[in-house]
């Protein structure tokens, strides 16, 4: 399953600013960006994938353009798709990036 290059350029160069271990990894069709290890936010197909802290899903899942990642048919825990829609700017796709982050410092 291909992933949108332009969106995980878009991705690499936000994270470029960030102090820390950053790594890429092929997860779920697409490709992960790692935090220590930790996944933040990633690519499949055309779609952001966005990890989320437990407590704050409600109020993400609210937001227009995002739904469950539901990749294997069942909703994955803390794991949310924005369609491209809802990062057009790069300040809407830094709002992603920084949820996926605080995600990924929770687990640390």
């Known amino acids: 399953m291909a ?4 969106i995980a350029k878009r991705i690499q160069h936000a ?28 690519v499949v197909k055309g779609d952001l994938m966005v990890r989320v ?3 704050k899903m409600e ?12 990749f294997t048919g ?3 825990k803390e794991f949310v798709f924005v369609s491209p829609e809802g990062f ?11 949820l996926g982050l605080e995600h990924a410092k929770s687990k640390l």
């Open 53 to 55: 802290i437990g407590n």
């Open 3 to 6: 992933y949108n290059e332009e």
């Open 74 to 76: 069942k909703a994955m």
């Open 15 to 42: 994270l470029a600013l960030v102090p820390g271990d950053i790594t890429e990894k092929r997860m779920f069709g697409g490709i992960a960006f790692l935090y220590h290890g930790k996944m933040t936010v990633g």
């Open 59 to 70: 109020s993400v899942l609210q937001q227009e353009h995002t739904r469950p990642m539901d």
């Open 88 to 98: 057009r700017s790069e300040e809407q796709l830094q709002h992603w990036i920084e």
